[in-house]
């Protein structure tokens, strides 16, 4: 963080008083403003609303309203807020659907205090936790199981049928906006590649990936590259267990 950059400001939301503490803490002494905390998904909604802070540490699982609704809820009303999922287990089943609910990644509950405030700092401009190569692996396991049940998809679907608006789930945004170029390079974010395999692939500067990424993100209204990967996968550009290598 810059000397001109204003610390990061954090609500913490979790059901559980010493977890929230440990972070409020953890953060802090790493120069962190922790600006509120929530003991349920409501209020974290409505501390959210109030404080406008720059990211939200959500458990996926709390009592009245959970942390998925929760999150759902805060990117449609402060779109430019950031969501960290907090989970107790590696490869929550309800991860899927926190990143399709636009989320910018997850934690598990023992990370490090290190990388807590590294991740912390990494959403609050913009980018992503999660390397496209593991939000690929995270969604085709649950993609895959999402299609192998239909009733589980159609309730991931079920909240993202409105009209799309910034901050909201990534699913049936017209990809007619993209050229046939922008579709190639949105196919090979869904499978994992970073930009410089981007380049590698497609013959392409570094330079000129940057740009088709970002007209990407602009027409379709994605706030980072885990939001990129589960909209190649919702909208059929790439099935679980496809080839990283070629676009279709």
Do not use: W
């Amino acid at each position: 963080m810059t000397p001109a950059e204003p610390a990061p400001r954090v609500v913490v939301a979790d059901d559980q008083e010493l977890v929230r503490t440990g972070f409020r803490l953890i953060l802090t002494a790493r120069g962190i403003n922790v600006v509120g905390e929530a003991a349920d998904g409501a209020e974290a909604v409505a501390a959210v609303r109030v404080l406008r802070p720059d990211v939200v540490l959500m458990d996926i699982r709390m009592p009245a309203m959970d942390g998925l609704e929760a999150a759902r809820r805060v990117l449609a009303q402060v779109p430019d807020c950031r969501v960290i999922m907090l989970t107790t287990f590696d490869l929550d089943h309800y991860v899927y659907a926190a990143l399709a609910a636009g989320a910018s990644g997850f934690l598990l509950k023992d990370v490090t205090p290190e990388h807590l405030a590294s991740a912390v700092r990494l959403v609050r401009t913009g980018d992503a936790l999660l390397a496209p190569s593991i939000t690929r692996r995270l969604v085709e396991r649950f993609a895959g199981a999402e299609q192998r049940n239909g009733a589980g998809r159609e309730r991931l679907h079920s909240a993202s049928t409105r009209a799309p608006r910034p901050g909201s789930p990534a699913v049936h945004r017209d990809l007619a906006t993209l050229t046939q170029r922008e579709h190639e390079v949105l196919t090979l974010l869904g499978r994992g590649l970073s930009n410089s395999e981007l380049a590698r692939t497609l013959t392409l500067s570094e330079a000129t990936v940057k740009t088709h990424v970002a007209r990407i993100f602009a027409k379709l209204a994605l706030r980072d590259r885990a939001q990129a990967v589960v909209l190649a996968y919702e909208t059929g550009l790439v099935s679980p267990g496809g080839s990283a290598g070629t676009v279709r």
